[in-house]
Protein backbone atom coordinates (compact mmCIF):
# COMPACT_ATOMS: atom_id res chain seq x y z
CA UNK A 1 0.00 0.00 0.00
CA UNK A 2 1.65 3.57 -1.13
CA UNK A 3 1.91 6.26 1.34
CA UNK A 4 -1.28 8.51 0.15
CA UNK A 5 -3.20 5.32 0.54
CA UNK A 6 -2.02 4.38 3.98
CA UNK A 7 -2.57 7.89 4.98
CA UNK A 8 -6.30 8.19 3.21
CA UNK A 9 -6.67 4.88 5.15
CA UNK A 10 -5.83 5.88 8.33
CA UNK A 11 -7.89 8.71 8.02
CA UNK A 12 -11.09 7.43 7.37
CA UNK A 13 -10.98 5.04 9.85
CA UNK A 14 -10.08 8.35 12.51
CA UNK A 15 -13.01 9.86 10.99
CA UNK A 16 -15.50 6.89 10.84
CA UNK A 17 -14.52 6.13 15.11
CA UNK A 18 -15.21 9.71 15.89
CA UNK A 19 -18.34 9.60 14.10
CA UNK A 20 -19.18 6.70 15.88
CA UNK A 21 -17.82 8.17 18.95
CA UNK A 22 -20.07 10.98 18.51
CA UNK A 23 -22.99 9.09 17.90
CA UNK A 24 -22.58 7.02 20.50
CA UNK A 25 -23.90 9.29 22.77
CA UNK A 26 -27.08 9.90 21.26
CA UNK A 27 -29.29 7.47 23.29
CA UNK A 28 -27.16 8.28 26.05
CA UNK A 29 -27.14 12.16 26.51
CA UNK A 30 -27.50 14.37 29.89
CA UNK A 31 -29.83 16.93 30.71
CA UNK A 32 -25.88 19.18 30.07
CA UNK A 33 -26.37 19.08 26.59
CA UNK A 34 -29.53 21.10 26.59
CA UNK A 35 -29.25 24.00 28.81
CA UNK A 36 -32.10 27.25 30.17
CA UNK A 37 -34.44 24.34 30.28
CA UNK A 38 -38.08 25.76 30.48
CA UNK A 39 -39.12 23.83 33.69
CA UNK A 40 -43.39 23.06 33.61
CA UNK A 41 -45.26 24.92 36.42
CA UNK A 42 -48.95 25.23 36.67
CA UNK A 43 -50.37 24.52 33.16
CA UNK A 44 -53.79 22.65 31.68
CA UNK A 45 -53.36 18.67 31.04
CA UNK A 46 -52.08 18.27 27.52
CA UNK A 47 -53.50 14.84 26.14
CA UNK A 48 -51.59 12.95 23.73
CA UNK A 49 -52.59 9.70 21.40
CA UNK A 50 -55.25 8.35 19.51
CA UNK A 51 -58.55 10.61 19.97
CA UNK A 52 -56.32 13.52 20.49
CA UNK A 53 -54.69 16.04 18.08
CA UNK A 54 -51.30 15.41 16.68
CA UNK A 55 -48.13 17.13 18.28
CA UNK A 56 -45.05 18.01 16.54
CA UNK A 57 -41.59 18.16 17.86
CA UNK A 58 -39.54 21.16 16.08
CA UNK A 59 -35.69 21.23 15.60
CA UNK A 60 -35.14 25.18 14.64
CA UNK A 61 -31.51 25.78 13.83
CA UNK A 62 -29.45 28.69 12.87
CA UNK A 63 -26.00 29.95 12.84
CA UNK A 64 -23.87 33.24 14.81
CA UNK A 65 -26.44 36.07 14.35
CA UNK A 66 -29.52 33.93 14.50
CA UNK A 67 -30.72 34.54 17.99
CA UNK A 68 -33.89 36.41 16.80
CA UNK A 69 -35.10 34.87 13.63
CA UNK A 70 -35.16 31.40 16.05
CA UNK A 71 -37.03 33.21 18.37
CA UNK A 72 -39.58 34.82 15.98
CA UNK A 73 -40.16 31.16 13.71
CA UNK A 74 -40.29 30.09 17.47
CA UNK A 75 -43.27 32.47 18.73
CA UNK A 76 -44.76 31.76 14.92
CA UNK A 77 -45.09 27.87 15.37
CA UNK A 78 -45.51 27.62 19.35
CA UNK A 79 -48.49 25.66 20.34
CA UNK A 80 -48.39 24.27 24.55
CA UNK A 81 -48.58 20.64 22.62
CA UNK A 82 -45.88 20.48 20.78
CA UNK A 83 -42.15 20.08 21.88
CA UNK A 84 -39.07 22.48 20.40
CA UNK A 85 -35.33 22.41 20.83
CA UNK A 86 -33.41 25.40 19.48
CA UNK A 87 -30.02 25.02 18.15
CA UNK A 88 -27.10 27.74 17.51
CA UNK A 89 -24.27 26.19 16.24
CA UNK A 90 -20.81 26.73 17.15
CA UNK A 91 -20.20 29.94 14.78
CA UNK A 92 -22.41 31.56 17.62
CA UNK A 93 -21.19 32.88 21.00
CA UNK A 94 -22.53 31.57 24.39
CA UNK A 95 -23.51 34.89 24.98
CA UNK A 96 -26.18 34.62 21.85
CA UNK A 97 -27.37 31.02 23.22
CA UNK A 98 -27.62 32.65 26.89
CA UNK A 99 -29.73 35.38 25.58
CA UNK A 100 -31.92 33.33 23.50
CA UNK A 101 -33.00 30.98 26.66
CA UNK A 102 -33.67 34.47 28.15
CA UNK A 103 -35.97 35.22 25.63
CA UNK A 104 -37.34 31.69 26.00
CA UNK A 105 -38.02 32.54 29.23
CA UNK A 106 -39.56 35.60 29.00
CA UNK A 107 -43.07 34.03 27.54
CA UNK A 108 -44.99 33.08 29.90
CA UNK A 109 -46.69 30.26 28.68
CA UNK A 110 -43.58 28.95 27.88
CA UNK A 111 -42.42 29.32 31.38
CA UNK A 112 -45.60 27.53 32.43
CA UNK A 113 -45.67 24.52 29.84
CA UNK A 114 -42.01 23.83 29.95
CA UNK A 115 -41.90 22.55 26.19
CA UNK A 116 -38.82 24.59 24.97
CA UNK A 117 -35.30 23.74 25.62
CA UNK A 118 -32.12 25.81 24.35
CA UNK A 119 -28.98 23.71 23.01
CA UNK A 120 -26.37 24.74 25.54
CA UNK A 121 -23.80 23.06 24.26
CA UNK A 122 -23.63 23.18 20.32
CA UNK A 123 -22.99 20.82 17.89
CA UNK A 124 -20.22 21.59 14.92
CA UNK A 125 -21.83 21.71 11.08
CA UNK A 126 -19.81 21.86 8.53
CA UNK A 127 -21.00 23.14 4.71
CA UNK A 128 -22.11 20.05 2.59
CA UNK A 129 -20.60 17.54 5.50
CA UNK A 130 -22.28 14.52 7.45
CA UNK A 131 -22.05 16.54 10.48
CA UNK A 132 -25.66 18.28 9.74
CA UNK A 133 -27.23 14.77 10.29
CA UNK A 134 -25.20 13.98 13.13
CA UNK A 135 -26.56 17.21 14.51
CA UNK A 136 -30.18 15.94 13.72
CA UNK A 137 -29.97 12.82 14.55
CA UNK A 138 -29.18 13.75 17.89
CA UNK A 139 -31.58 16.39 18.21
CA UNK A 140 -34.00 13.88 17.13
CA UNK A 141 -32.89 11.46 20.41
CA UNK A 142 -32.79 13.93 22.57
CA UNK A 143 -36.60 15.48 21.51
CA UNK A 144 -37.46 11.46 21.98
CA UNK A 145 -36.07 11.29 25.23
CA UNK A 146 -37.44 14.11 26.69
CA UNK A 147 -41.03 14.40 25.48
CA UNK A 148 -43.49 10.82 24.81
CA UNK A 149 -46.16 11.77 23.00
CA UNK A 150 -45.10 13.99 19.71
CA UNK A 151 -46.04 12.18 17.00
CA UNK A 152 -43.98 13.62 13.86
CA UNK A 153 -40.70 15.90 13.70
CA UNK A 154 -40.05 18.95 11.52
CA UNK A 155 -36.61 20.69 11.17
CA UNK A 156 -37.05 24.32 10.11
CA UNK A 157 -33.80 26.20 9.67
CA UNK A 158 -33.81 30.47 11.19
CA UNK A 159 -34.46 31.22 7.34
CA UNK A 160 -38.12 29.44 7.33
CA UNK A 161 -41.30 29.86 8.73
CA UNK A 162 -44.68 28.77 8.68
CA UNK A 163 -48.14 29.48 6.41
CA UNK A 164 -50.16 27.93 8.92
CA UNK A 165 -51.56 28.29 12.24
CA UNK A 166 -50.51 24.94 14.69
CA UNK A 167 -54.02 24.75 14.97
CA UNK A 168 -54.60 24.44 11.41
CA UNK A 169 -51.32 21.87 10.93
CA UNK A 170 -53.10 19.63 13.74
CA UNK A 171 -56.49 19.41 12.37
CA UNK A 172 -55.81 18.62 8.55
CA UNK A 173 -53.23 15.98 10.34
CA UNK A 174 -55.94 14.64 12.73
CA UNK A 175 -57.05 12.56 9.87
CA UNK A 176 -54.23 11.15 8.24
CA UNK A 177 -52.24 7.62 9.86
CA UNK A 178 -49.75 8.94 12.40
CA UNK A 179 -46.93 6.45 10.52
CA UNK A 180 -47.20 8.62 7.51
CA UNK A 181 -43.62 10.02 6.80
CA UNK A 182 -43.84 13.29 4.41
CA UNK A 183 -39.85 13.24 2.85
CA UNK A 184 -39.69 14.12 -0.88
CA UNK A 185 -37.62 11.41 -2.85
CA UNK A 186 -36.72 9.74 -5.81
CA UNK A 187 -33.70 7.20 -6.51
CA UNK A 188 -33.16 9.06 -10.09
CA UNK A 189 -29.70 10.44 -8.67
CA UNK A 190 -29.07 12.21 -12.18
CA UNK A 191 -26.28 14.28 -11.87
CA UNK A 192 -26.01 13.99 -7.69
CA UNK A 193 -24.57 9.90 -8.49
CA UNK A 194 -21.34 11.87 -9.96
CA UNK A 195 -20.64 14.48 -7.60
CA UNK A 196 -22.79 13.38 -4.26
CA UNK A 197 -22.65 9.90 -3.51
CA UNK A 198 -19.94 8.52 -5.41
CA UNK A 199 -16.82 11.13 -4.41
CA UNK A 200 -15.59 9.79 -0.87
CA UNK A 201 -15.98 12.62 1.30
CA UNK A 202 -14.39 13.67 4.49
CA UNK A 203 -15.92 16.06 7.29
CA UNK A 204 -13.50 17.28 9.29
CA UNK A 205 -15.58 18.58 12.14
CA UNK A 206 -16.55 14.75 13.09
CA UNK A 207 -13.05 15.01 15.17
CA UNK A 208 -11.83 18.33 14.99
CA UNK A 209 -12.73 21.14 17.31
CA UNK A 210 -12.02 24.28 15.05
CA UNK A 211 -14.94 24.74 11.73
CA UNK A 212 -13.43 23.88 8.68
CA UNK A 213 -14.22 22.76 5.12
CA UNK A 214 -15.20 19.02 4.23
CA UNK A 215 -12.57 17.57 1.89
CA UNK A 216 -12.69 15.06 -1.15
CA UNK A 217 -10.31 12.24 -1.87
CA UNK A 218 -8.97 11.08 -4.72
CA UNK A 219 -10.72 7.95 -5.57
CA UNK A 220 -14.41 7.43 -6.18
CA UNK A 221 -16.66 4.44 -4.76
CA UNK A 222 -19.15 2.45 -6.70
CA UNK A 223 -22.70 2.62 -6.01
CA UNK A 224 -23.60 0.06 -3.06
CA UNK A 225 -25.04 -3.33 -4.28
CA UNK A 226 -26.88 -3.89 -0.72
CA UNK A 227 -29.26 -1.17 -0.88
CA UNK A 228 -30.36 1.21 -2.78
CA UNK A 229 -29.88 5.41 -2.81
CA UNK A 230 -32.30 7.64 -2.75
CA UNK A 231 -31.91 11.51 -2.23
CA UNK A 232 -34.29 14.67 -1.84
CA UNK A 233 -34.82 17.13 -0.17
CA UNK A 234 -33.45 17.77 3.53
CA UNK A 235 -36.42 19.08 4.82
CA UNK A 236 -38.63 16.86 6.45
CA UNK A 237 -42.01 16.03 8.57
CA UNK A 238 -41.00 12.33 9.48
CA UNK A 239 -42.77 10.12 12.06
CA UNK A 240 -42.43 8.85 15.51
CA UNK A 241 -42.24 5.13 14.53
CA UNK A 242 -39.30 5.46 11.71
CA UNK A 243 -37.45 8.04 13.32
CA UNK A 244 -37.16 5.59 17.02
CA UNK A 245 -36.63 2.84 14.01
CA UNK A 246 -33.49 5.14 13.03
CA UNK A 247 -32.21 5.96 16.83
CA UNK A 248 -32.81 2.84 18.28
CA UNK A 249 -32.01 0.91 15.82
CA UNK A 250 -33.30 -3.08 16.47
CA UNK A 251 -32.74 -3.52 12.71
CA UNK A 252 -28.93 -2.86 11.42
CA UNK A 253 -29.97 -0.87 8.33
CA UNK A 254 -29.90 2.66 9.77
CA UNK A 255 -26.63 2.26 10.84
CA UNK A 256 -25.35 0.40 7.85
CA UNK A 257 -26.31 3.72 5.65
CA UNK A 258 -25.30 5.51 8.62
CA UNK A 259 -21.65 4.53 8.58
CA UNK A 260 -22.10 4.80 4.69
CA UNK A 261 -23.74 8.66 3.93
CA UNK A 262 -20.56 9.58 7.24
CA UNK A 263 -18.43 9.97 3.71
CA UNK A 264 -21.09 11.50 1.11
CA UNK A 265 -21.36 14.90 0.52
CA UNK A 266 -24.72 16.51 1.73
CA UNK A 267 -26.02 13.60 4.09
CA UNK A 268 -29.01 15.27 4.76
CA UNK A 269 -30.25 14.68 1.39
CA UNK A 270 -29.97 11.10 1.24
CA UNK A 271 -30.31 9.36 4.62
CA UNK A 272 -33.69 9.45 5.61
CA UNK A 273 -34.61 8.72 2.19
CA UNK A 274 -32.30 5.87 1.76
CA UNK A 275 -32.98 4.04 4.97
CA UNK A 276 -37.24 4.65 4.64
CA UNK A 277 -36.86 3.06 0.97
CA UNK A 278 -35.04 0.46 2.01
CA UNK A 279 -36.93 -0.39 4.87
CA UNK A 280 -39.63 -3.37 4.11
CA UNK A 281 -41.38 -1.63 7.77
CA UNK A 282 -41.75 1.80 6.27
CA UNK A 283 -41.14 2.00 2.56
CA UNK A 284 -44.88 1.90 2.12
CA UNK A 285 -45.50 5.17 4.47
CA UNK A 286 -43.85 7.88 2.57
CA UNK A 287 -46.09 10.87 1.23
CA UNK A 288 -43.16 12.65 -1.50
CA UNK A 289 -43.40 15.49 -0.62
CA UNK A 290 -41.64 18.07 2.00
CA UNK A 291 -44.68 20.09 2.82
CA UNK A 292 -42.46 23.40 1.92
CA UNK A 293 -42.85 26.08 -0.29
CA UNK A 294 -39.47 27.11 -2.31
CA UNK A 295 -38.89 29.14 -5.20
CA UNK A 296 -35.90 28.04 -7.43
CA UNK A 297 -33.19 29.42 -10.37
CA UNK A 298 -33.50 27.57 -13.50
CA UNK A 299 -30.93 25.67 -13.26
CA UNK A 300 -31.53 25.35 -9.22
CA UNK A 301 -28.54 26.43 -7.41
CA UNK A 302 -27.25 24.84 -4.09
CA UNK A 303 -30.03 26.83 -2.31
CA UNK A 304 -33.52 28.09 -3.17
CA UNK A 305 -34.19 32.00 -3.84
CA UNK A 306 -35.15 34.28 -0.97
CA UNK A 307 -38.46 35.05 -0.97
CA UNK A 308 -40.52 38.09 -0.97
CA UNK A 309 -43.05 40.16 -1.14
CA UNK A 310 -43.86 39.39 -5.00
CA UNK A 311 -44.18 36.35 -3.97
CA UNK A 312 -47.04 36.31 -0.99
CA UNK A 313 -50.01 35.80 -3.30
CA UNK A 314 -48.56 32.20 -5.01
CA UNK A 315 -46.76 31.20 -1.68
CA UNK A 316 -49.98 31.58 0.32
CA UNK A 317 -52.05 29.47 -2.19
CA UNK A 318 -49.52 27.07 -2.24
CA UNK A 319 -50.60 24.58 -0.10
CA UNK A 320 -47.34 24.35 2.10
CA UNK A 321 -47.29 24.29 5.95
CA UNK A 322 -44.25 26.01 5.83
CA UNK A 323 -42.20 28.22 3.05
CA UNK A 324 -37.88 29.15 2.49
CA UNK A 325 -36.21 30.92 2.47
CA UNK A 326 -36.25 34.94 3.86
CA UNK A 327 -33.68 37.16 4.61
CA UNK A 328 -34.25 38.88 8.30
CA UNK A 329 -36.87 40.64 8.99
CA UNK A 330 -38.25 40.47 5.21
CA UNK A 331 -41.98 42.76 4.66
CA UNK A 332 -42.94 39.59 3.86
CA UNK A 333 -42.70 37.98 7.22
CA UNK A 334 -45.19 40.96 8.59
CA UNK A 335 -47.35 39.86 5.72
CA UNK A 336 -47.54 36.50 7.23
CA UNK A 337 -47.73 37.45 10.84
CA UNK A 338 -50.87 39.22 9.76
CA UNK A 339 -52.98 37.73 7.47
CA UNK A 340 -52.62 33.84 8.03
CA UNK A 341 -51.19 33.95 11.69
CA UNK A 342 -53.00 36.70 13.26
CA UNK A 343 -50.35 37.24 15.21
CA UNK A 344 -48.57 39.74 17.07
CA UNK A 345 -44.91 41.39 17.59
CA UNK A 346 -43.20 39.48 20.07
CA UNK A 347 -46.00 36.80 20.49
CA UNK A 348 -47.38 33.44 19.72
CA UNK A 349 -49.10 32.54 17.29
CA UNK A 350 -52.92 32.34 18.79
CA UNK A 351 -55.17 29.55 18.68
CA UNK A 352 -58.01 27.89 20.70
CA UNK A 353 -55.70 27.77 23.88
CA UNK A 354 -55.49 31.64 24.26
CA UNK A 355 -58.69 32.74 26.41
CA UNK A 356 -57.15 36.26 27.14
CA UNK A 357 -58.71 39.52 25.77
CA UNK A 358 -57.12 40.81 22.27
CA UNK A 359 -55.78 44.29 22.52
CA UNK A 360 -52.78 46.24 21.93
CA UNK A 361 -51.97 45.92 25.29
CA UNK A 362 -52.86 42.60 26.22
CA UNK A 363 -51.64 38.91 24.84
CA UNK A 364 -54.52 37.05 24.47
CA UNK A 365 -52.26 33.84 25.12
CA UNK A 366 -51.22 35.19 28.16
CA UNK A 367 -54.13 33.29 29.68
CA UNK A 368 -54.93 30.03 28.61
CA UNK A 369 -57.88 27.29 29.03
CA UNK A 370 -57.84 24.06 27.17
CA UNK A 371 -55.03 23.48 25.24
CA UNK A 372 -56.51 19.78 23.72
CA UNK A 373 -58.93 21.84 21.50
CA UNK A 374 -58.68 23.45 17.67
CA UNK A 375 -59.93 26.55 16.40
CA UNK A 376 -59.23 26.54 12.33
CA UNK A 377 -58.66 29.32 10.15
CA UNK A 378 -59.08 30.40 6.42
CA UNK A 379 -55.43 28.55 5.52
CA UNK A 380 -56.79 24.90 6.46
CA UNK A 381 -59.11 24.12 3.74
CA UNK A 382 -55.71 25.12 1.24
CA UNK A 383 -53.44 22.71 3.24
CA UNK A 384 -56.40 20.53 3.66
CA UNK A 385 -57.01 19.85 -0.14
CA UNK A 386 -52.94 20.07 -0.57
CA UNK A 387 -52.63 17.18 1.78
CA UNK A 388 -55.84 15.06 0.43
CA UNK A 389 -54.55 15.66 -2.91
CA UNK A 390 -51.17 13.90 -1.72
CA UNK A 391 -52.83 10.98 0.01
CA UNK A 392 -55.46 9.84 -3.14
CA UNK A 393 -53.49 7.03 -4.03
CA UNK A 394 -50.61 6.20 -1.70
CA UNK A 395 -49.99 3.81 -3.58
CA UNK A 396 -49.29 5.77 -6.78
CA UNK A 397 -45.96 5.86 -8.47
CA UNK A 398 -45.72 9.25 -7.36
CA UNK A 399 -45.54 8.40 -4.00
CA UNK A 400 -43.79 4.81 -3.75
CA UNK A 401 -39.92 4.43 -3.21
CA UNK A 402 -39.18 4.40 -7.08
Known sequence: MGAEKKWLYALFCAALVSFLIFLSSISGFSSSYYAFSSHRRFATPVNHGPGHPPAFAYYISGGGGDKDRIFRLLLAVYHPRNRYLLHIGTDGSEEERRKLGMLVKSVPVIQAFGNVDVVGKPDPVTYMGSTNIAAMLRAISILLKVDGGWDWFVNLSANDYPLITQDDLSHVLSSVSRDLNFIDHTSDL?????????????????YLARKTQIFYATEKRPLPEAFRV????????????????CVFGWDNL??????????????QEVYFHSVVCNSPEFKNTTVNSDMRYMVWDNPPKMEPLFLNTSN?????????????QFNKDEAILDMIDQNILKRSQNRVTPGAWCTGRRSWRMDPCSRWGDVNVLKTGPQVKILGDSVQRLLQDLSSQSNQCR
Open 230 to 245: FTGSSWVVLSRPFLEF
Open 190 to 206: GWKEGQRVKPIVVDPGL
Open 254 to 267: PRTLLMYFTNAALS
Open 312 to 324: YDLMAQSGAAFAR
